[in-house]
């Protein structure tokens, strides 16, 4: 026990804080199950940008951009803030946009999933299967050698292109909040008050790019290398949740029917976990990662990034991204969301194009 606590202490006690801090953010005003959601999160920055117009889910959510923040500053106080990019950023762009509209169908990425999980909500239970198939087919590819090509050293500005660009965001939002479109209700009405929103987020972007924190790198390690290291953080975050809102009065029961901000579509819910599994390690990190190694300078993650944001521009324009359950009708009947023709047809597409981008980048190995 002594040895597991000296080995897997850093990306545990990430785990608690991350877990403590979603707590915290949905006590002061984040929707329920939702104290962070970088997929969510980052549709509503998209959405205040006038990228999409579902007028429930716009708000430069300063959580995001604490987050990459964190990392850059912990990069660079650690010497490990590294300016890179050239690993096929078109493909990086259309994967995150992939990944994107997997976790909109879904409604959350792999943290909301842990929240959702510890919130007793069960389709996050099937959301999980999902994503762990997922990245278990990823990480076939990568055992059969898949590869996006390496990372070139860049200028050192390249790398702080995204952040200076959320730091420009942040300050904008402050000062001049009427540049941006904010809902007057639904989900994106919901939130904690920004400059706590922002600080917990630092500290969360912090550790993440200590500890190298990473869902979809857990499964992929315990696969491919036999290391769960990375798993313990995932277990640290539902454990943290699941007691807190036991704790908090906020957990009633384990069920199905009528939870926060979801839906009871369970094949949907899960080829859309799907998806974001095997999208993730095909990208080298899930959503968080993404945000972290691009506030650590790399430039691959950031065009990864703005992929995800174009991916939920697109997921509500085009009526990809789920909505919840209805929950009781008048005449008393459970009533469940239909998901969209275009979604299904979405998630068929998203599959054919991750299989191809898969085989053809494994053929590309030996040109490497």
């Not at 959301?127 to 990245?135: C, K, N, S, T």
């Not at 912090?206 to 990473?214: F, G, K, N, P």
């Not at 991204?321 to 979405?346: F, Q, R």
Request: charged share 10%.
């Amino acid at each position: 026990m002594k040895r597991f606590f000296k080995e897997n202490w850093l990306v545990l006690v990430t785990g608690v804080v991350v877990g403590l801090a979603a707590l915290l953010l949905q006590a002061l005003g984040n929707p329920k199950n939702m104290g962070f959601c970088i997929a969510c999160f980052e549709r509503d920055i998209a959405g205040a940008l006038g990228l999409h117009s579902a007028a429930v889910v716009q708000y430069v959510r300063p959580e995001v951009i604490g987050i990459v923040l964190g990392s850059c500053i912990m990069a660079l106080i650690g010497k490990e803030f590294r300016a890179q990019a050239g690993s096929s950023p078109a493909t990086r762009f259309a994967v995150g946009a992939l990944v994107m509209i997997g976790a909109l169908v879904f409604l959350g990425c792999p943290l909301r999933m842990l929240l959702r999980m510890g919130g007793g909500d069960l389709n996050a239970f099937v959301g999980l299967l999902g994503f762990v198939i997922g990245a278990i087919i990823g990480t076939v590819f990568l055992k059969k050698g898949f590869n996006l090509g390496r990372a070139y050293q860049a200028k050192k500005t390249e790398g702080f292109v995204l952040p200076v660009i959320m730091l420009v965001l942040f300050a904008l939002a402050l000062l001049v909040p009427t540049l941006f479109n904010a809902s007057e209700k639904g989900p994106g009405s919901m939130h904690a008050p920004v400059l706590v929103a922002f600080a917990v987020a630092l500290v969360v972007g912090a550790l993440a790019q200590r500890s190298r924190l990473c869902m979809a790198g857990g499964v992929r390690d315990t696969v491919m290398l036999k290391d769960p290291h990375l798993l313990w953080g995932s277990v640290a975050i539902f454990v943290v949740v699941l007691v807190g809102n036991l704790i908090m009065g906020n957990f009633t029961a384990f069920s199905f029917l009528s939870q926060p901000i979801a839906h009871s579509n369970h094949i949907w819910n899960l080829l859309g976990m799907v998806i974001v599994g095997w999208g993730s390690v095909l990208l080298g990190g899930c959503p968080l990662r993404q945000l972290v190694l691009a506030g650590s300078g790399n430039g691959d993650s950031a065009v990864t990034v703005l992929g995800m944001m174009g991916g939920a521009a697109l997921a509500h324009n085009l009526k990809l991204a789920s909505g919840a359950d209805p929950g009781v009708n008048e005449a008393g009947a459970y009533v469940k969301y239909a998901v969209t023709t275009n979604a299904k047809v979405a998630v068929a597409i998203a599959f054919v194009v991750l299989l191809v981008i898969s085989l053809c980048n494994i053929l590309r190995k030996k040109e490497a």
